[in-house]
Nanobody
């Protein structure tokens, strides 16, 4: 199983970015998909998650600014980030809970994509 993330970059405060993460491989079914981030010197934290039936959960710090969505047909999760602030600067990791063809249920991580917000 591979998670390929894309869409990070450098943006000025107040700007927007959209992250994408596509899952591929021997996947039977995908449960929760989401995004975490890790800033320098800090622990990895949850940003947003979305279930198969599109129930969403957000960190308080991003509510109203970020939107998580998914395309089940493409096994892809998105994170639309608006009104970005310097404190959003971090490496963003996609994460998914899924069942592979042999039947095991586990969590998988993408490689991380850097988001830098300048003031």
């Amino acid at each position: 199983v591979q998670l390929q993330a894309s869409g990070g970059g450098l943006v000025q405060a107040g700007g927007s970015l959209r992250l994408s993460c596509a899952a591929s491989g021997s996947i039977l079914s995908i449960d929760v998909m989401g995004w975490y981030r890790q800033a320098p010197g800090k622990e990895r934290e949850l940003v947003a998650t979305i279930t198969t039936d599109r129930y969403t959960k957000y960190a308080d710090s991003v509510k109203g600014r970020f939107t998580v969505s998914r395309d089940n047909a493409k096994s892809t999760v998105y994170l639309q980030m608006n009104s970005l602030q310097p404190e959003d600067t971090a490496v963003y990791y996609c994460n998914t809970l899924l069942t592979v063809l042999r039947g095991t249920y586990d969590a998988y991580w993408g490689q991380g994509t850097q988001v830098t917000v300048s003031s």
